[in-house]
Structure formats: C-alpha cells, structure tokens
C-alpha cells in the first residue's frame, strides 16, 4: 500500500513539472521591427525593435533553453539562456525581448533586429520545433507593431491582426473591443438558421434516447414476459383437443387422471401434428382398462 501511495505521488509530481515546462503555450503575442523617437528604451537606453512573449496556459512555463530567430533556416540563432531564474513565465503573463542584434547585451536580448518583410520564430528547447511565429508586412509604418489578439479573453484565442497597431508592450493584447459570444453567433449566424437546427436537433435526439431507454427497460421485458408466459392458437388447441379425447377414452376413470394423461402424452410428443387442426395419438397399452385386474382370485 504505502509502495503504491509512493507511486501515485511521484506521477502527481512528474505531471505537475512536465506542465510547469509546456513550452507549447507560449505564443509571441507582439513584435515591433522599427521603433520611432516615442518607443521604449531599452537597459542601455536605446531603442530598438522588440518581442514579446504571452504564456497562454495557467501554470508556470519555463522558456530558458528555447531559441528566437528571424531564419527559418536557422532555428538556434539566438538562445535563450537556461541559467536565469527570470526565464519562468508565470500564468497569463508576458516578457519582453529586445532585438538588439547583440545576444551578449544580456538574458531578454536577442542576437538579431526584425526588419519589414521578415518573420520571427519561436523555437523550443530541442532547436527543431517551431513553436509560433509572427510575420511583419512588406509595408509597416515605423512606430507600428503587429500584434496577436485575443477576441475571446476566456479562451484565450489570439489571431494575427492585420493593420498596423499601436504598440502596447508588457500589456496583455485583448483589452480593446472584444465580441461576446452572442455578438459572435449573431455574426456568423445572422437569420438563426444554425441556432434553430442545432436546438430542434438536440430535442428529437433526446427524445429518441428517452424512448431507447424505455423500450430498453420497461416494453422489452414485458414483451418477453408475455411471449413466455402465453400459447399460442395452435398449441392450445392441441391442448384442448389432447385433453378432450382422453376424457373421452378414459370414461370410467379419474378425470384427474386423464387430464394428466392428456398432458403427459403431449409433452412426449405421444401427440402430434399432422396437418393444421389435427391432432393424432399413438395408442398405448395401459393398465387402466384391464378387466382382469379389477377382479379378486377365488381362493
């Protein structure tokens, strides 16, 4: 028992720290390539393009190890140092990278800038598996970033939006004019036509299994119950006609006892069908009509 309690705990725990490092919720949620004389400054004061990352999920991911680059040839262009504490990105929380083009210029540094055209890769701890990535137009205007973002902040569903937005760094993309779910179905399904085959559907399907279940329960078994208990036309016929001729053959004896005579032959098959309606016997030799035992020796 106790080896058992042991097990359950270190699989809880291996399940825990494998979901404290899904790198795959990760999405790179906006990206700036030309900043303007308003942008952000950076630990040494310039400014320069930047990345921003978004952790989708609600446990605690640690990137350090994974790779940001602007080659798809080049997966491991920039690595992400993995000795940085600060590489544990809480639930629902964002980090900003810096496109400095030096790598050295420390951990949220990347050794590379964005340009127009180009597109930014997130690739994970095996240098292989892109994880998102993010395109900037041919024609973005400087001071503009692209962005992701969440029209469902319940789901969390980020979608590349296409004009040039203000740049919202550290800010968590979705604040803006976000449809309800109502507004989304009114949109996609603006005469209910959807709405009403969906709902009028449910309905028969549930009544179709009420009815399933009944049957299945109640009108089954009775049927069976019924059918086992009940003869049919023509085996009480055969009945009543075995019954008839041995009452008729045994008339000086117990009535009683034709009648389960009358059954017994049946049951034995002594009685059978020749033809519908008619029923035959196969005579036997009994004791029951024997004269010469009903009389007493003279002594």
Known sequence: MRKLLTTVVLVLLSALVLRAQNVSDLIISEALAQPDSTGILDDYGRRCG????YNTSTGTVNFGGCFLTDDRGNLRKSLIPKSDLRTKLGPRQVVLFHLSGNGADGTFYAGFTLRPGST????????RTVIDSLAIPQVQPVGK???KLAYDLRQREFEPVAEAAVPSPGIINGHGDTATKAEVMQER???GWILTVVSVSVVFSAL????????LLFDRPAKRKKKSVILSASEESAVAVAIALALDME????TYAAIATAVHLYLTEAIHDVEPGIVTIRRRESAWNNKALSLRKNL
Do not use: C, K, R, T
Not at 120 to 127: F, H, I
Not at 208 to 215: E, Q, V, Y
């Open 50 to 53: 930047w990345v921003e990352l």
């Open 251 to 254: 008339q000086d004896g117990d």
């Open 189 to 191: 399904d603006p005469h």
């Open 120 to 127: 930014v890769y997130l690739v994970s701890n095996d240098g």
């Open 145 to 147: 970033s692209v962005i």
């Open 208 to 215: 179709a299994l009420l009815w399933f279940l009944f049957w």
